[in-house]
């Protein structure tokens, strides 16, 4: 069954194409992972998904409906939890789920119920009674995703849930989407984040200046560049490699450098790898060589030429 | 009703408002009266300046849900952003109405000589929706609460002067007392002095109809201002 999709769905802010010609559907109990770097549109594509932001052109299916798609009652199957922490701060963490429960129209008994269900399932329930200004970030993040699930939504979409927070929390949060996926909740998941996505996606898509460039399952995924090769020279001064000598060399698809890191990828079995390392030590030492074994990065970079995330940028 | 309960809740959530809530109306009533000027004891003649203020920090809740994505969070809710400015709004209203009520009854009470009460209460009541909406409107043109409030600040005491509610008008020139009349606070003024004047209901009518004129302005103004 298909819970939601995008035909052709285009949507501008002024002059600037934020969303172009996006076709998309997401099928019940599907984690989706939705991957791409700062900007790429990921959560415009949500907004236009949602009915949070109008769009210029297309049409959004929710449920089988096209015409009516943001209608209340479709409303009431999906939960959203925010990139920003959208909470109450002047609430408790208990009175913020009651909140957004009643808003959901959930009342009495079924509401206490509810809230209590979902204090317990992201780990509050001994906090349920302090001020989220008491919070630490990770716990923030917790309550904010709690406020989208008071309401069992059905289809529930999470836009970079696990942005700065610490390991602990963020591997709660991943068991915790797990479980909702094994109660048949469809999801589809932000972020930048490679290893969460390899970690819980059934599908990824993966997003660039506002199109869909690629998706599949993260193995067909990885498949697709497992005719590539990849390596990574840790050199003394990068800078001193004249410009465009790697990529001359014979099989060499792209070179990227970060830092003091050279990575160069190459068509599998080129056997280039002497060549490449007699240029650069022509020019600068080497430190170090590592090959290593092709994953989603990879996948983004092959496709566009640019790492998904800057080098350097904290976990 | 789920807004309408919480905005309640938020709205005497911390001690500040609480106190300015509560506490803060009641001293007015045992404000001393003037000899010549004004017509009511102070504390019921500067009551409209506390009415703008209490609204200003009311509304600031929908201010600070824009400003965090409150509001854009609950767009993908079953609630329409109608229902919750309305429901915002009611709450508001009685927390102002009580404070008219405190302040008004509360005086009655104690003995405090305000020639017609009810009437009293009525005008303050109009007063409120009014400042409520200046406030509403005032607020949908800022993103942080902390200049909004300020600059609400000398606004209001801007219109506290103009209007006639800190001092007799006769005072200010020809000229400022004609532009006087495109103040609210100046009809206020006016309705207070009808009060200990027993004039005709239809000019208390006319003066509570100006105000509920900028009542519908305001309101307008802002809540056609939806999300930042
Ligand atoms: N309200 C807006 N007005 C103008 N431009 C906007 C607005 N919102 C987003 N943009 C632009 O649209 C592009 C896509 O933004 P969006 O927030 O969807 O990206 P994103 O993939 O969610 O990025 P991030 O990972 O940083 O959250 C960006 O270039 C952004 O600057
Ligand atoms: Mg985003």
Redesign the interface.
Known sequence: MTIASMRGVVKRYGSYVALDSIDLDIHAGEIIGLLGPNGAGKTTLIGTLTGMRPFDHGTVELFGQSKHPFSHENKEKIGLVTQEITIFEELTAKENLQFFAGVYGLKGEVRKQKVREVLEFVGLSDQANKLPTKFSGGMKRRLNIACALTHSPSFLIMDEPTVGIDPQSRNYILEGVKRLRDRGTTILYTTHYIEEIEAIASRVIIMDQGQIIKEGTPADLIQTIQHEEKVSFEVTDPERIPEGSLEKIAGVRRVLTAGNDITVISDAGSGNLDRMLSIIKEHTGVLGIQTERPNLEDVFFTLTGRQLRDKGEEQ | M??F??SL??SF??KTNLLLLTLFPIAFIFFPEGEYWPVLPYGYQYFGIVLLFISIRLTTIILVDRA???V????????SYGSYLCQNLLAFSVILVMQCAIVVYGGVLLGVELYQPHWLMLLYVSFSFTSLAIALAWISIFRSKESAFLIYMSLVTLLAILGGLLMPLQIFPEALIRIAVLFPTYWLNQGMSWIASEGSVGDFILINGVLWLYTIIFMILGSTRKIH
Do not use: D, E
């Open positions: 789920t807004v309960k919480f809740k938020r959530s911390n965090k994505g409150v854009k969070r609950l767009a993908v809710a079953p609630i």
